[in-house]
């Protein structure tokens, strides 16, 4: 079976196709952001031709956008309403107000898709248990209908307090407005979102609204247009959750998709894990801006009930927050075009990046300062003859740039640049070491799975730092993102708010009743016919008084309070040294169903490998040895099997693997470089 | 001579502990103001008690961290601690500022080796006293009658509860679960924080990083140093006046010259009225937590983690027994409205040499208390909240609707006040008009309307800006005063008193209004697209944007 992977990202449509016979061919082309049907259709036809494969024989494609979110950054969604309960419209002008930068004088609010000109208000209320405390003033209604139409909105958001708990009165006002208002978007929050907090489920709301028209204008085109190429396959949309949505659903909760580029990199991360029988893993996929993470634990990717769109330097409370459940990655704005600086005399990498344009020192467009990559380049990571498919780096240039830095640190140049690439990698560290706390895991126990430009480079060194046994580096590691579709499985989550002590004495029966609904309610989000699914469930736990929860995976069958309770009091336990004997509650239901795999090519990866040519050599600097000379591998001359010995650097067209004293590489069969890791002195 | 990267990871590394600390403290907690409303602090220090790093949390423990850890370590000696001994500390004049707030304090082991200290502070929800909260202010005249005070006190021996001390804790306070569930999770943080500074001392040893710390300490002081070198050589005063302390009473009236000089900053309260008979007074630790913070927000900001080095460059003067400097037995519950007050009077005196750094003053936070019992689950509770106003106009920016002007508060959700106790919240929206004029118009006020479902409740307000509003600067005008009112629009209306406590009944309303924040520039120079703007979103009426901004004419 013929698939194509389509992974559009901020630079690059990345693109592979996994025929028949198991071998994979990937594609590169630039993403215009005017034009980005057009950029898909020049990879598609392009590959299409090399691999000799007709668009009729593709049986399915699965597709990544930043349509979405780029609508958001761009703000360039249509005008959009809100409709809250009485009392209540400025809920997206006070949100949470977090001071996000504490000493900021000059600080500002992320600025709200909807203005309080277009905030609208209607009677009505209901209570945290779900009771109507005063009822839907549906005359109201009639007035706001024709308030809309005069303000001449395209898209309107409907989030009523607590209509998590009942929904009621939140349907019933989208549909009298759906009906007076035929041509405009309606979103009901409890339509997208059934957790409790008014300000972060408005605005998942809102942002279902603003992006809707949009993302179903370029499906219908991307669909139009692959069909011109004679591919008329199914297209699957890649959701933050990780798993896939047929077009028509990724129309209907275009909010789900937001960070669909990302989460199919953590999918491929943990098949590439599964297949090499690591469950655990940990991804980390670094480019040019910004470098992220995810956790995998029993091949299961660790998720987050919320994340924020466009945060400022990833600090919490600067971005639009979004309450759908998506992959939990942690970000941090550390790429391989961060900017180093002396600051406070020491060493500091990023915020400052030098993006694409000019772009690091060594490409030679004018960059003057130091970035990761001009350190890796005086490293001797880097080839200056070819990077990143043919670009020629400029040494001198690179050179200036770091010695700015190493004069001011009175270290040498060499010293200068080996302290950029530990800073760089310190920061992912340090982002990875938080969020396994607040998880409760342990990234000693994980395999690193390194993907992006940059992270071949620096992940080994990372691993080494967490304390990994193993880094793992798959094939085309640097379009991590387009493999880890063709590795999703369809799939439909459903997260709930509902408070379920678990020492009560019908808790048994409360968590049927619960699981049954969110059970129901996924499948009514699902798949269509065709093919078994596997439920999978996890609960947001916490002990009775507290306010944060840790998510915890259950077993899908299980419904003994008492073991749900104790899989929750184990993993407290672990991340914070004591149990409480305090009574454990379920507040945060969270289910997924997977639709099954169906046999598939593309799985074993493997591809034609070129002719063995002698390895080149080139000198490199590890803190370990100094300046050694070290061989340069070509990963398309290596075979199944073949064993390397650090240090050393294999190379490819896209990225290079930097393999440090003391580890040890072997080929996999899928020709992922698998790299034991030794333990940090 | 010390490797610059070992100072880079060996700092980095230092700052992420505490700030794995915070977050463990964050997610682990009980109560409202911890969990959301960010009201806790950590910190690890060396083993010579000198505080290394401190999480970006809430910034009034700057500088009362290393003070709250020696007094511990003089009562507790570290020659005679044990891996998982907590120690904690609550007494006002070695360093809490008040008793809600509880210091705990752990030491990290190498082995056998003691090789530094982690510390942790939460404002707990209750510790006795005459009101839930223990922030009454009005009849409250001596520190005994606050509620609990702890002199450094072991709770937990070798990880194992010190029962007595616990027991006496539960004895003595409202709503035990959440504040006993708070200091568990301060444990959770310390224990986090002892195991991660372990092993970090483990990796790099003792020797570099003792090494490193000198230098992290020594660079910081240099950075504020720089900072403050950069600021022309001043003398400047500013006098601003808090309201009164409770009804009857008169005004306080605060003030402040502050000196830029060689690198060194001095505040000098002298001039300050005395501490007053009741609850709201500000011990120096505290004052001083907020001369640090408008120390950074003029020069490193949040470029680099707090630490002690930042704070060497500032000195403090304050008379002993001025508002500023309380002697015992000095009442000191009600300080919390003090955050920003404190940094708009610096504000105010920095404000000729450096008006690009700094605000107009900012709305008057809000923290009322609810307290009583649920008729539902027959159960004691306390609902505390904080509404927050907004901030005061930049010299080149309007100001921002509702947020704090100083610490990092998060809203708490309404769906989940609700959800927690017998109150409904009818409206919470901007208040137009709110925000002072200017050519940079004020952030907005806000108003919270909140329903109370349950009988015999106690209600502990505690704010200010009620008689004096909030100033602006360089001719523009001040924000709107704010005004706390029960049962408006119905026979019974009438205003509370910022700092009053009263009585409530089942179906009583109480209307919170915020003030308004001060403004900056003459209005008459506001753009005209600004003007028309504000009155399309509805934040300016037409009326007062003809007759305060001249549109139109």
Sequence with gaps: MVRLGVDVGGTFVDLVLATDDGGLAFEKVLAQPSALVESIVEGVGALLARTGVEGGDVAEVVHATTRGSNTVLERSGPRTALVATRGFKDVLQIQRALRWSMYDVQLEKPEPLVPRSLSFEVTERVLADGSVHVPLAEAELEEVASRLAAARVEAVAVAFLHSYANPAHERRAAAVLRERLPDTVV??????????????????????????????????????????????????????SGGLASVAQAVERPVRILESGPAAGVVGASAFGKSLGDDDVISFDMGGTTAKAALVSGGVAAMATYFELQRVGSRRGSGLPVDIPALDLVEVGTGGGSIAEVREGTLRVGPRSAGADPGPACYGRGGEGATVTDANLLLGYYDAGSFA??????????????????????????????????????????????????????PRQHALVCTGGAGPAHGPRLARALGCRRAIVP?????????????????????????????????????????????????????????????????????????????????????????????????????????????????????ALVRDAVERGGGSGRRHAGTAALPRRRDAYFPETGVVEVAVHERDALHEGSVLEGPCLVAETTTTTVVLPGDRVEVARDGSLVIHVEAAP | MIDPLDVAVVWGRLAAVAEEMAEAQQRTAYSDQVREGGDYSTAVFDRDGRMLAQANRSPAHLGAMPNAVRHMLEMYPAEGLEPGDVVVLNDPYMGSGHLPDMFAMSPAFVGAALVGFVASCVHLTD????????????????????????????????????????????ANVRVPDAVLGDMRAQRAALHVGATKLAELYALRGPELVGLVAEEILDRSEEAVRRGLAEIPECTASFVDHVDDYGPGTPPI????????????????????????????????????????????????????????????????????????NPVPPAALGGRALMNQRIVELLFGAFAHAVPERVCAASGQWLNPIFGGTEPRRGREFIFYDYVMGGVGARSAKDGIDAMSPVVSVENIPIEAQEARNPIVVERHELIPDSGGAGQFRGGLGVRKDILVLADDVVLSNLTDRHVFAPYGLDGGAPGTLGEIVLNPGSADERKLHSKEAVRLAHGDVVSFRVSGSGGVGDPRDRARESVERDVREGVVTPESARRVYGLGR
């Design chain 1, 187 to 240: 979103t009901a929050s409890s339509d997208v979102s059934l957790q409790a907090r008014e300000y972060e489920r408005a605005n998942t709301a809102v942002v279902n609204a603003y992006i809707a028209r949009s993302l179903s204008e370029y499906m219908q085109r991307l669909v139009g247009a692959l069909a011109d190429l004679g591919l008329e396959a199914p297209v699957w949309v890649m959701q933050s």
């Design chain 1, 389 to 442: 498919g043919g670009l020629r780096l400029d040494v001198e240039a690179a050179s200036r740039a770091v010695d700015t830095v190493a004069v001011g640190l009175g270290l040498t140049r060499l010293e200068a640049a080996w302290g950029i690439h530990q800073v760089a990698t310190l920061d992912m560290e340090h982002a990875i070491r938080l969020v396994s706390i607040n998880r409760g895991f342990d």
């Design chain 1, 475 to 591: 094939l085309a590691a640097s379009g991590g993102s387009a493999r880890g579709l063709l590795e999703a499985a369809a799939s439909s989550e459903v997260t709930r708010t509902a408070l379920v002590p678990l020492d009560r004495p019908d808790a048994a029966e409360l968590c049927e009743q619960v699981i049954a609904g969110l059970v129901e309610e996924a499948a009514r989000g699902s798949f269509g016919a065709g093919g078994t699914s596997t439920l999978r469930l996890a609960l947001g736990m916490r002990y009775a008084g507290q306010g944060y929860e840790l998510l915890v995976p259950i077993d899908p069958e299980e419904r003994d309070p008492a073991t749900i309770a104790e899989a929750f009091h184990r993993r407290y336990e672990h991340a914070y040294g004591y149990r409480g004997e305090q009574p454990v509650e379920a507040v945060t239901w969270h289910a």
């Design chain 2, 127 to 170: 510790v006795g006293g005459p009101a839930p909260g223990s922030q009454a202010v009005v009849g409250v005249t001596d520190l005994v009658q606050e509620g609990l005070r702890f002199l450094p006190t072991l709770v937990y021996r070798r990880g194992e509860p010190v029962d007595e001390i616990l027991r006496l804790i539960e």
């Design chain 2, 253 to 324: 009236r605060m003030e402040v010259t502050v000196t830029i000089r060689d690198g060194g900053i001095v505040f000098d309260f002298s001039g300050t009225d005395p501490q007053t008979p009741s609850s709201l007074n500000c011990t120096l630790s505290y004052v001083k937590a907020y001369c640090y913070w408008a120390t950074k927000a003029i020069t490193t900001r949040d470029t680099i983690p707090q630490n002690e080095g930042q704070l060497r460059p500032v000195s403090v003067v304050a008379p002993p027994g001025c508002f500023f």
